[in-house]
């Protein structure tokens, strides 16, 4: 078995477990802006669902890219430094989508997306496992569920505050578009794209002066225990591939975020597609975060007094398989409330997969953790996925007949059975894949 892995020492953490918060409340909030932007850039760049996607793949495919050299970055810096440069590197990117608004270029938007996503990968990268090792492994859901809250809270504040800022008026800019020459078009989408200036300048000052001051906050130097697997204390684990619970949750996670990113990033346009006016539909990803929300507070009191991180997983797992086929079998708005209820069987699956994975692994936490952070480019892969089913149903359905509007409804709604196999593989993990501790039976 493995030693706990809190090696801190420190007798009282809530001083940084408050500031671990204030970083979750910020990749919180830049991550769940993706639900505002989707629709803006779909409209700026005159784009197809498919194509708009992309906001969320140049986001999250920057997990992949950096998560391995963020881990290396990470042993040679540590968690605080590594820390205060992922703030930086975020700055950096909010700065991007200023020259982007200006050429209305989408890969400009795109390039700054993915800029921000690398700060967020070394950020992620050291803040989640230091979350994780900063107590007790039976409690390190219940703290990662405070972290979620911060998060969310902040991806509900952002999603509100940009959708207000890109999303005002856009119904009246697309009627306006569908009658007007390529002058006036051109004229009415640069001004649309210049709405995001003031916000992402204020956000690139915010990010660096953070970066800064986090140098100075006083967070304790953590490790992981080392493992101990035989009798007399020593470890037989040589290689990161001797873990296979840890490839397992790697998995998990991948499945995960990218159905916890359909849930937040479709949402809206999901609303739009079936009618309702966007000044309405801009409010919808704020329901699946405070589902969330109010999840992630019975976490943090459930868990692990009344309830264990692998009993939460499975009961999170089942509900998203339901909550899938409440989606396919209703229309309306209850269709849309059953994608916001989402966050209810979201909430708890990071809480407790983290922990679940990590559990065993000590000198290899690090790597581990940077594999699990790789795992967040499940949601640069399976929403553009749904993207691709809506638009390719969307024309079947036109073939058949049925008028666009109606056909866009319809695939729309029917695309998401993607989220079926995703809950399933994260139920089997909760049940069956966290106990996998080796490749051969003892």
Not at 14 to 40: D, E, K, R, S, Y
Not at 46 to 61: K, N
Not at 286 to 302: D, E, K, P, R, S
Request: hydrophobic share 50%; aromatic share 10%.
């Amino acid at each position: 078995m493995a030693k706990s892995q809190n090696v801190s020492g420190a007798k009282n953490n809530l001083t940084p477990i408050l500031i671990i918060a204030g970083l979750f409340f910020i990749f919180g909030f830049v991550t769940w802006i993706n639900g505002a932007l989707i629709p803006f850039m779909k409209t700026i760049n005159e784009l197809t669902d498919a194509q708009s996607y992309l906001v969320a793949s140049a986001s999250y495919i920057s997990f992949v890219v950096m998560a391995l050299p963020a881990s290396y970055i990470l042993n040679k810096i540590g968690y605080k430094k590594g820390m205060s440069l992922g703030l930086i590197i975020m700055a950096i990117g909010a700065l991007v989508f200023i020259p982007a608004a200006e050429a209305r270029t989408y890969w400009v938007f795109l390039s700054g997306i993915f800029i921000q996503g690398i700060g967020m990968t070394i950020l992620q990268t050291a803040a989640n496992p230091y979350i994780t090792i900063l107590g007790p492994i039976e409690s390190g859901a219940k703290r990662i569920a405070i972290m979620g809250i911060a998060n969310k809270v902040a991806g509900a504040l952002g999603s509100l505050i940009f959708g207000a800022l890109l999303l005002s008026g856009i119904d009246e800019v697309k009627d306006k578009l569908s009658s007007a020459s390529i002058e006036e078009k051109g004229h009415l989408l640069d001004t649309m794209a210049d709405s995001v200036f003031t916000p992402y300048l204020v956000m690139a000052i915010i990010l660096f002066i953070l970066g800064v001051l986090i140098r100075k906050a006083p967070l304790p130097h953590v490790e992981a225990a080392e493992v101990e697997d035989t009798k007399d204390g020593t470890t037989t684990k040589t290689s990161i591939f001797q873990f296979p619970h840890l490839w397992l949750g790697v998995l998990t996670l991948f499945v995960y975020v990218g159905a916890e990113v359909i849930a937040g990033d479709t949402i809206i346009a999901y609303g739009i597609s079936l009618g309702f006016p966007a000044t309405d539909a801009k409010f919808f990803t704020t329901l699946t975060l405070l589902a969330m929300v109010c999840t992630y507070g019975l976490g943090v009191i459930l868990i692990p007094k009344y309830l264990t991180q692998g009993t939460a997983l499975k009961i999170s797992a089942t509900l998203g398989v339901i909550y899938s086929i409440c989606i396919l079998c209703t229309t309306g708005f209850t269709s849309i409330l059953f994608v916001a209820a989402l966050g209810i069987s979201n909430a708890l699956v990071w809480p407790a997969v983290w922990p679940l994975t990590l559990e065993g692994l000590g000198k290899f936490t690090k790597t581990g953790s940077a594999l699990l952070i790789m795992a967040i480019s499940g949601g640069a892969i399976i929403p553009p996925l749904y993207g691709r089913m809506v638009d390719a149903n969307k024309e079947e359905l036109i073939t058949s007949g049925i008028n666009e509007v109606d056909a866009l409804a319809t695939a729309s709604t029917h695309s998401y059975w993607l989220l079926i196999p995703c809950y399933a593989l994260i139920l089997f993990f909760a049940m069956r894949g966290h106990k996998y501790k080796s490749w051969t039976r003892k």
